[in-house]
């Protein structure tokens, strides 16, 4: 059990003063001022110069799965070469727990991030979100079934098109993508009619009571996890850059009537209205690469601020390793620059990501009820002259 006294706390309304916190075992127990330490309770002080913040949630990282400074046999995110839809597979079988990157995710405030498939092929596969430490994956993860990692631009054209297959034109890229969804949706029918065939030889006696329908069809992986997305159980993780990439995306949902977020979404703050009135969520970042690219050409520091105020949801991402993980903070920073208020900035690395991941219940936030992920900080966060001193996750005090 701890209290946290004094220092300066961010809440989801902004920084507040002479806050308290208590943590009772995983959990906030309470927030407010002048809370009574428990019987027991360490008690931990902060300076005035010091900052309680909400663990931050990095929205799009490869967490894991590009595993840190063991070279390309780390490299274990993309499919290549063989085939565009690589719906099958799912990032969370092959999370290395012990990737050094968690660790300095830790040391920098990132106490949970999502971990997902590389953007080689048009369905890349499951997404998963994991917090930050645990010897074992089953300890680190939280979903396995976030998303479908989905493609649009350069990078499958690229990948298809340098060894003569398709997709080697955006065309084949919308295409491709519009007839596996087609191919899904009949795989869909198909499904249904096998069930409620079994389920009518069941009601009649031919079939015995609790026979699996599936039985009597020819089960596809992936199109099984594509049809998590067409039943809106998940949306589509759409990677792309170019604004006419973005405008495809938003047509292929609108036309199959599936939820998705735009992640990199490099030149979305040149179609903001457009975004915003589809009440799409956007991932922006990494923001402080290198433009080693053609579809990098117009990233601005400004996306973040310009999107925000059409009234877009945003969320900032590393996309780790393209950004080591400790730089989170720094795009929050950038965003700033950029033209957001610091307590703007980190609500797109806290409170916006929980929501977009699907875990504001337990994550993103300091409010009682919620998992205690906290770090101190040694002053101002978005100053990347401060450290991070202190970090918790569910409770436990990690450095």
Known sequence: MYLFTRGTVYLEDGFHKDIDVLVNGKRIDKVGKNINPPAGCKKVKLTSGQYLLPGLIDAHTHLGVFEDGVGMIGNQGNEYGGDPNTAFVRAMDAIYPKDVAFEEARQNGVTAAGAFPGSANLFGGMCATVKCYGETLEEMLIDGYHGMKMAMGENPFRVYGTIGKSPSTRMAVAGLIRKILIETQNYIAKRKEAEEASAKGAKKGRIKNGDNAKKHFDINLGYEHIAMLLEKKIPARFHMHRRDD?????????EFGFKVILDHCTEGWMIPEIIAKRKVPVVIGPMDTGKFKYELKNRDIKAPYILHKAGVMVSLMTDHPVMPIRSL???????????LKDEEALRMMTINTAKLLRVEKDMGSIAKGKLANMAIYSGEP????????HVWIEGEELM
Request: hydrophobic letters at 45%; charged letters at 30%; proline letters at 0%.
């Open 246 to 254: 973005i405008e495809t995306a938003l047509r292929i949902a609108d």
């Open 382 to 389: 978005l100053d990347m002259r401060s450290e991070v001193q």
């Open 329 to 339: 903070r720094m795009n929050g920073a950038l965003a700033v620059r950029g033209g």
